[in-house]
């Protein structure tokens, strides 16, 4: 049976101050400051009173003796915009204490059509007005908000070729940001790794770019390269939020490559040389060693063109076959190519996520390296059937980085946290593959494990990157606090419990410790159970907020 909801009660008690009160907890209010006992008041939604509430009445009380009240978690880096669609309780999310959930990368849910490929029947929208109506139509638990994606952008126009734009083609690709923007985005995402975002150039970016700023976007990327050329994809990051006049926001910072890992703190002092010169460059973080791609990026970019079929015609080209495999082992000279496998240092660090072809089904959640020895196979001759043989697409983790340079970034004040996860379910379709831990466990991993376990942060400040920090990038200024008029997203959680259990091996493990999710004011989560509640909004920028205004 579902639970009451302090919504069902506050009907039964109008007269009461608060819709909901919690009452005794320590309240860390998302500043970065230190905690304080007090009571959180709630009415209509919204935050109404913090402080000795102990007189006031209320349709609901929860008692958070010993415990944190925190503001609602924001993920400012999540994957969910398809998951959500088929499950709008995010239930993975919800119980790491995430109120809000930021998508899009280099792909975004809009704009649909144009020039690109696309799966039949996976959406019944085009644009992001239609993507808004859906989510809200079936209803959501978490708050979401998007950028548009600037592969998404470019596959609409020139579908999947590189090349430089036309003019034509790059105004078209001005319009369709623009638009995007007016209709809520939050400004424009890159995912420049591999194809397709490794096709567009720099200029074409501050293009793009030029559009957010005129509506007060940020530029979110996922840089060019994490391995070696590092340190040039940082800077070219920088250079766009600076010819644009748009913030940049960092995806997950990382040194992808083992070569150079200990630099770290080479390439922090490049983002805080730009802030030092009042440039608004932060970063976000993921508390893993291993990142998630797909075994597709160990191909080399130029062989992806023309999308996926074409990939694999050319993987079967015997004339192809050795040029292929020659930069696939040493790289491309010259090119700035993140080649995944030479960043793993082998194929021991590679494990499956999901394939699609049923008779494939037994090696995820293993290991390349063990996959290969099964087989009995040549290795590239293995990793280029299971491309064959999956539609060319395989997920993959890939262990890439240190534990040391992760540290290292997550301490500095300008980083904040973000899953870079899926919200999924222990049971049922979204229970499917073995995906990366952080889909469960990021948030409650920081809390347990590097402030709790390890003293890496203070809970303070590990709280202010997981709410008033993201807020901020994204100019969502009425959320991530706990401030009265601010919207009542707060998690509550046990400080001393608060843990991850998801791991690479078994993944599908909600973690435990955060109590109660209270979002828009419903309680979400209830005692670690879902409650059924789907009170989340779509968080829309300045573009958006600036054209309801004109009308």
Known sequence: ??????????????????????RGGRVADGTGNSAYQADVGIKDRKIAAVGWLKDKSASRVIDASGLVVAPGFIDIHNHSDYTLVEDGDAGSMIRQGVTTMILGEGGSAAPLGGKQVLEPDRADWKDFAGYFARLMRQGISTNVGTYVGSSQIWTYVRGPRAGPPTSKEL???????????????LGVSSSLSGPPGSWIDTDTLVAMCREAARYGGIYSTHIRTEGNGVFEAVSEAIDIGRRSGVPVDIIHLKIAEHKLWGQMPELVTTIQAARSRGQDVQANVYPYRAGQNNLSSI???????????AMIARLKDPKLRPRIEREILNGIPGSNWYNHYTATGGWDGILLVSLSNEAYKRFEGRRMKEVIETVGRPPLDVLFELLEQNRGSVPAVYFHHSEEDMRYALRQPFVSIGSDGTAVKTEGPLARGNPHPRYYGTFPRVLGRYVREERVLTLEEAIRKMTSANANKIGQFDRGLLRPGMWADVTVFDAATVVDHSTFEKPHQYSTGIEYVVVNGSVVLEKGRHTGQRPGMVLVGAGKKRTSQNR
């Open 1 to 22: 049976m579902r639970l009451v909801t302090f919504l069902t009660v506050a009907a039964l008690l109008p007269g009461a101050d608060f819709d909901l009160l919690i």
């Open 171 to 185: 105004s078209e690709m001005r319009a369709q940001v623009d638009e995007a923007m007016r209709q809520g985005a």
């Open 299 to 309: 191909v080399p970019p130029w062989a992806h063109e023309g999308g996926p079929k």
